[in-house]
């Protein structure tokens, strides 16, 4: 059953305190994508990477990072530099065609972040 | 720089009622227009594409959209909402724009 799994779907953290979320594809998509969701913000681009290896910042990378060391994954840990990191974060995967726009994207069920 | 914008926040309707959400967005270059809905408790879906050719397009559960490329905009539409619609919408340009979102709610 292919899909996009994120863990976990609650969490809850300390400010101050870096948190890891989980994303694994089976999808076998090149490119993986990190987005925050937060009420009448719609979907905003936190990281994403066509290729193991390489990543780049979206609109809102600032006190965020990421690793793609492998295909399938695409960790995102939110530092204690994010100024605001409650929110629902999204993972996403999609193919990536010769030509270099993207198709549409595949969603994970989402983790939410609650820091206190 | 891209961007996105839908211009209903919430639209409220009663079933049977016909649906149009708006979408433009400012980029001159190619584009690929979607759709995507997010059910209560649910996963993020596609609804429509748009890449190429035929400007109108149909999607899944009855939605089709028009890309007017001299309005910069992606329109989604439906004749007839039904209670199983209240969602949320988003539009998104090139995969990764994407749009506040249209909350639309069914009243039975």
């Known amino acids: 059953d292919g899909g996009i799994t994120q863990s976990p779907k609650y969490l809850f953290r300390k400010e101050g305190q870096n948190v890891t979320l989980s994303c694994e594809q089976n999808l076998n998509h090149d490119a993986m994508y990190w987005y925050r969701q937060d009420p009448g913000q719609g979907l905003r681009l936190i990281y994403y990477?066509?290729?193991?290896?390489?990543?780049q910042k979206g609109d809102i990378a600032e006190g965020y990072s990421v690793s793609r060391e492998k295909k399938e994954s695409f960790p995102l840990t939110v530092t204690s530099a994010q100024k605001n990191p409650t929110a629902f974060y999204l993972c996403?995967?999609?193919?990536?065609?010769?030509?270099?726009?993207?198709?549409?994207?595949?969603f994970g069920p989402g983790t939410r972040l609650t820091v206190t | 720089a891209q961007s996105v914008s839908q211009h209903n926040h919430h639209v409220i309707l009663s079933e049977a009622a016909s649906l149009e959400l708006g979408c433009n967005y400012s980029?001159?270059?190619?584009?690929?227009l979607f759709w995507y809905v997010q059910y209560p408790g649910q996963h993020l879906q596609l609804l429509l594409k748009?890449?190429?050719?035929?400007?109108l397009v149909k999607g899944i559960k009855g939605f089709e959209a028009e890309f007017i490329k001299s309005k910069f905009s992606f329109n989604l539409r439906k004749p007839s909402v039904q209670w199983s619609d209240t969602a949320e919408y988003f539009c998104?340009?090139?995969?990764?724009?994407f749009g506040a979102g249209t909350r639309l709610t069914v009243k039975p």
């Open positions: 998104a340009v090139n995969t990764m724009r």
């Open positions: 996403a995967s999609s193919t990536v065609p010769p030509r270099g726009i993207p198709y549409e994207q595949y």
């Open positions: 990477s066509q290729i193991v290896n390489d990543f």
């Open positions: 980029y001159g270059g190619t584009v690929n």
């Open positions: 748009y890449f190429s050719g035929d400007p």
